[in-house]
Every structure is written in structure tokens, then in C-alpha cells.
């Protein structure tokens, strides 16, 4: 539990939190045998495997032509051909629907890293891959459900069905994470030296007030200023959206 900004939990009895600080990558044993080897390092961009987003690929060090990609994005990012046509002309309302679908793989990854780091207990990671899920999550929400009368709206009319799913409410959330400067001013004028949590996992903590939690995770639920978010719940309408936009 934090007694001012910056701090960390410390008592097991209210939670846990743990600190990492920024260090240097360590370079690669793989490049070591080149050091100072001005020939092999010439040949370093000829000929490498590459992984984009999970799968190997073999690239060459041939420029590509302005705007030029190897392969379809949505192709690498495992998009479904019945919304992604590579070869036939894309339908208006299709361009749409296949960033949404490259936004839904996004935040599945940070989800997936999300939940490993949880298993690791490594509290910082937890709340970095979090953030990036909720944006990524938002973006779905923002792209598929525009503003009534618009001409988004017009294109995407009939072809996607969002019936019984509402993100709005984590929209709130990841607008909190990314205007949190301003959230932060208000907490600040409102802060009487009480203790308070922030970035710590807070399950089974009991008998605190709402106002104790600046960011906080009581299991899958996230606290932030007050307000409570169930993310399993998020998670599960954003895999219901990737099914609807699959069929």
C-alpha cells in the first residue's frame, strides 16, 4: 500500500507489488563471434529469418518499394479470406471490419502476455500488457460502433451485428489510462494523506474504501479511481465480436 505517488505495497496482508527497474539489454551471444568482423557484419542484411507477430519468415535485405509488403497483412495476422480478399477489390464496409479483426489479434496477444505475467507475479508487466489489451479493446469498440449518422455508420450498416455487446463502459476505462495526467490532477486536489494503492494486486484485500484505489487488481477486476471493470467480461465480448466478424 502506497502512502504517497511512486510508491509500492510492501505488507503481504494488503497486497503485492514489485518494482523493475529499466536496465540494458544484454547483446545477443548470436553476434558475439562478429564484433569488429567488418565482413561478416556486411552480410548480416542479406539473407535473415524473421519473426513477425509469432511466425518465422525468411526476408532478404532487397528494398522494398514504397508501401510494398511481402504478403497481405491480414495473411500474416491469420485474418479470415471471407472478409480479407487478397487478390479481389475490398467492399467498402470490409476495410473496416478487417482492421477491427487486426485490432481483436492485437488484444489477444497483450491478453495472452497479460495472463503470463500474472502467473509470474511480475505486477509491472501485468499492468503494461493490461493497458495495451484495453487500447487495443477500445479501438475495436471505436471502429465498429461509430457515431450514429456518419458515414462510417452508413458503410458498416447490415454487415456487422453487435447485438447484446457494449464496450462503451471500457472505453471509459482505457480513456482513464490514457488521459491519466488529468485523471492524476484531480486525484491529487482530492488527496487528504490517506493511504492508497496504485499498481498493486489487491485480491481478497477487504475494508478499504473506493478512494484507496488509484489503480489496482482485485483478480480480474480492474479498480481504478473508484470504479470497478470486470475484464473477463471484456474478454469474452471481444472473442463473441471475432466470431461475428469470422461467420
Not at 504517497?4 to 558475439?32: T, Y
Not at 568482423?37 to 526476408?59: E, M
Not at 491529487?188 to 493511504?195: A, K, L, M, Q, R
Request: net charge positive; with cysteine.
Amino acid at each position: 500500500m502506497s502512502g504517497g505517488l511512486g510508491e509500492h505495497c510492501s505488507s503481504s496482508a494488503v497486497g503485492r507489488g514489485v518494482c523493475a527497474p529499466l536496465g540494458r539489454v544484454a547483446q545477443p551471444r548470436l553476434f558475439a563471434n562478429y564484433r569488429g568482423n567488418r565482413v561478416a557484419a556486411a552480410n548480416w542484411g542479406r539473407l535473415l529469418w524473421v519473426t513477425f507477430l509469432g511466425k518465422t519468415r525468411k526476408v532478404t535485405s532487397r528494398r522494398a518499394t514504397p508501401g510494398e509488403l511481402s504478403a497481405p497483412v491480414s495473411t500474416m495476422l491469420g485474418c479470415p479470406s471471407s472478409t480479407h480478399p487478397s487478390h479481389n477489390k475490398m467492399d467498402k464496409w470490409q476495410i473496416y471490419t478487417r482492421e477491427a479483426y487486426k485490432q481483436i489479434e492485437l488484444a489477444e496477444r497483450s491478453w495472452s502476455a497479460f495472463i503470463d505475467a500474472e502467473k509470474r507475479e511480475v505486477v509491472i508487466e501485468i499492468f503494461l500488457h493490461l493497458q495495451h489489451f484495453l487500447s487495443h479493446t477500445a479501438m475495436v469498440d471505436k471502429i465498429l460502433d461509430p457515431k450514429e449518422g456518419s458515414d462510417r455508420s452508413k458503410i458498416l450498416k447490415g454487415h456487422i451485428d453487435l447485438t447484446d455487446i457494449d464496450l462503451k463502459l471500457f472505453r471509459r476505462l482505457r480513456n482513464h489510462l490514457e488521459h491519466f495526467d488529468e485523471r492524476l490532477d484531480k486525484w491529487v486536489s482530492n488527496y487528504d494523506g490517506h493511504p492508497f494503492f496504485d499498481m498493486n494486486l489487491v485480491t481478497g484485500t477487504q475494508g478499504f474504501p473506493e478512494k484507496a484505489f488509484l489503480r489496482a487488481l482485485d483478480s480480474h477486476i480492474y479498480k481504478f479511481h473508484g470504479e470497478s471493470y470486470d475484464l473477463d467480461q471484456l474478454h469474452s465480448n471481444l472473442l463473441e465480436i471475432k466470431q461475428r466478424l469470422s461467420a
